[in-house]
């Protein structure tokens, strides 16, 4: 009795110890004990890993009896000691003390997680070598050139993770394993509101939100008043600088500012150094929180915020007068300098090394102070000095970038000014504030080196919308004005214009000369740069520029950009690109980090059963795929609803109906088999991981795609599995929005034609894309592609696997990425046969659409055209390219293409669609609901609707040979409508 109540305490005191969210890993857990007490006492998403195929098929039927399989709970088999995750992405590896010794789980667990072996704990060691991003511009410093040596190539994905979007500002800060971003008071569409003035925490290693709480209520965030350690994140406002525990995002104490001696209390910039916090505090400035019920999802207006407004330097954003210095451990206020009267610091010209304190005095003097006890080193006030600094601009404007980007960089020898309000590029000395030498147009993001500058020029430096000074403020001038575009063109000299259209460079520079030393592509549009020791990561048109310091290389990172404000974020190890509010033509978005990695490929068949025979129906029913414009194979005259069968919890696919069979896998990674007279579930059939897209039938087999990497082909009688066939290179499981899934799924699905099974692998180009023909029986490989994952070897671009598979004009075709919107390969070789795209950046024209397998809530809608003879066109575009830009569902005159004629036309939103010659059948959100609709395409008349219980899934109308439709809906549910 004793020692059963020492065993429960002790698991106990484990359970208080462990992390209370991420991502844990449970090796052979045969009675699903431990798993249970897990999902019982922690928020943790567990990964269970058998080496028996019966226990993982007995585990999976379980969790997905309690509706957690795909949401919570993850299985997989392997039959030797390798756990099928990524490096460094649990938090905690639990090893059955019967599962033998597990080498492995030390590789899989993160840095600082813990391995827990016949209740002993190993915790894995933090490796040298890596760097954190402590300071909003890396360092106090300002210089956002990471030190991190672990973040080298060859990289592939980490994580990708939610939140996917959010509203303007943004800010990140990591360290110690954790990201810490926060976001600000600006909304100019709907979806981004859920995230205003919020911060959040996240694991560094898996992506998995650890914590969140409300930030002081329409504070403008984009500033240096963020700092992360280890232990605690520093958060300062206009009341205080909140000491947060990292862990669980409790404020432990505040620091506030006496205002009997600084001359007001808001914190406009913050550094930090050892114990101690060094702050700038001004007075109080324009707060407001701007909520949207805009219903688009890209773009917003750059300068409507009142509080950009510089009229007014006493409540100006980043403006303050004292200067102080606080001990962290005890509040105490260490020193404090205070300008006077009409003298503002601007925080946006603030740095530190490691021995000064250097800033502008706004139009009046440049200082530089010990940061020990405050006092002054050197001044400089003198007319050549101030010429130098030159004039405010406004900036603010997509071309040209923030008004509230820190625009004064240092490094122990060199000060440097530039950023989108500068006139000029300035280096200073560190030791006396002499100038060193400058150059007009100033709209760099620079990278210090020791003392080589890198300055990433603008690609479009003529804006859209140019400011002037305006007496004490500034006025607008319209480009559409062509006069005062050529009067702003002729003030180049003076420094007004940072270049003209297109003509902007990236430099090499000495920093001590100014000496050209190389010239680059520039970047594109306002995104920040930044470096780590082998490349500089910059925006480019669409996607990621990769700079090698080494060969001066050049690459693309296609599917994702910088986010604006943040750049990418280098720390742990890791590269990591986070969420904006620009919906641009990109592939992917949201939270995305890349770590080192490298792997051996083995794809090919793991699984083939003695017996390929299957057992025939006697009746085989030939399958009617969505958009076939056929004769009487919907409804006529009304929708009635003959069966419904509640199949899971999560996004079925659309189904496949054969044999009087309707197949539908779920994202739980279930396959279904439905009995089409009835709805009768007949049998189940369990992946690894989620079914995103459609089954496919032929010759008494069903075939499925899976998240896992997998194609799985079965018995359609009986759902015996035949074979099995790894298309994925390895074994190498990711968070991806909370999936557990391979780095390779096969999201796209499958297709099949004159007994070929063909397929595709992958998530993001750089990893690899692979695509095959397999042979339907036996699946042995016709094929393998390996290779169309690069295409440009010059630059590094491919094919990104992001849209659903289907076969035209005898070539296997899907969405492809930003690059390469329409990939093709021919059916008999292989060989991807779109044309290679050797630039830097997006072909002109590339109109890149989300894949809703990702993506559902920004992809929902379907796109369709059926011609009736050759002047009447039935069309609807619901592709969200960048923005939403849906148009109108309707029947056209086309003879005119020019000019058609509206027949009639419908403001629906439509996810699926099927049609005959006389009537489509159409499922369209309706506010916040989903309804089926029967219109006669005539003259659009409906003919009858009929409410649903949920959204359904893309695509989710299937046909069968009875005038009967089978729905696919979000909530799990699929509904057969018919006589």
Known sequence: MKRYLLLILLFANLVFALPQKGIAVIINDVNLKKTSELIDNTDLTLYLQFSDEKNADAARKSAFKKKLLGKRIFINCEKNSMISLADNLADVVFVNKNAGKYPDA???????????????TIVKPVPEGIDEWSHPYHSPGNNPLSSDKKAVAPFM??????????PVDAVTVASGGKLFKIFGNKSWHKIHNPMLNTLICLNNYNGTELWRRKISEGFMIHRNTMIATPENLLLADDESCKIIDAETGEILKEIVAPTNICNDKVWKWMAKDNGTLYALIGGEEHKETLKSEYGDYGGWPWGVWKGYDFNNPEKNYMFGQSLCAFDIKTGKLLWYKNQTTNEYIDGRAICMNKSNIFYYVFGEKMVAVNKTDGKNVWVKSDKNTLEAIGDDYMAQAAAQGFATYTYLKCNDKYLVFSGPQRPYLLTMSTDNGDILWKRKNGNYHVILNDNILYALGPYRSFIEIHWEKDGDGYKILEFTDQKLVEKMRKKESEGLILAKDQSGMSLKLDCQTGKILGKYPPRSQCTRATASTESIFYRVW????????????LTHIAPMRPPCQDGIIIADGMLHWGTWTCHCNLSLYGNINLANAKINVENGLVFQ??????????????????????????PEKELIKKWTADLSYLPLTP?????????????????????????????????????F?????????????????????????????????????????????????????????????????YSAAGIANYDGTYVCALDAVSGKEKWVNKSSGTLSEKCGNGVSLQGFLYIKNNELCFEGGNVYPVTKYDLSTGKC?????????????????????????YNPYISFEYNFGKDLSLKYNGLIEGRMRRTGFGLYDVENKKNPKTKWRLNYGIRAAITDNNNILVVK????????????????????????????SKYGITATDKKEVILSLQNGELICYGK
């Open 106 to 120: 030390l590789r899989v667990v993160r840095p600082g997680g813990t391995v827990i072996y016949k209740n002993k």
């Open 157 to 166: 994905t980490q994580f990708i993770a939610n939140p996917k979007t959010t």
């Open 542 to 553: 669409e996607g990621t520029a990769v700079f090698n310091l080494n060969d001066e290389n």
């Open 609 to 634: 059963s003695k017996n390929l025979n299957v057992k025939q129906n006697n009746v085989t029913k030939t399958v009617v795929k969505e958009y076939a414009s056929a004769k009487n194979i919907i």
């Open 655 to 691: 189904a496949v109906v054969a044999e009087d069979i309707a197949f539908c896998g779920d994202e739980a990674g279930v396959l279904h088999a439905v009995d089409t007279a009835t709805g009768k579930e007949i049998w189940q059939a369990f992946a690894n991981a989620a079914i």
């Open 693 to 757: 897209a459609a089954p496919a039938y032929w010759n008494g087999r069903v075939f499925v795609a899976s998240a896992d990497g997998n194609i799985y082909a079965y018995d359609a009688a009986d759902g015996r599995l035949l074979w099995k066939y790894q298309l994925a290179p390895a074994k190498r499981l990711i968070n991806v929005y909370g999936k557990i899934m391979s780095t390779w799924p096969l999201s796209g699905g499958l297709v099949v034609k004159d007994g070929i099974v």
């Open 833 to 857: 046969l779109n044309k290679v795209h050797d630039r830097i950046g997006i072909p002109p024209g590339s109109k890149a659409t989300v894949f809703s397998a990702y993506y559902p809530e």
């Open 925 to 952: 959100d309706d506010s916040d609901t989903s309804a089926v609709t029967l219109i006669r395409i005539q003259d659009g008349k409906i003919i009858n609707k009929d409410l649903l219980p949920g959204y359904i």
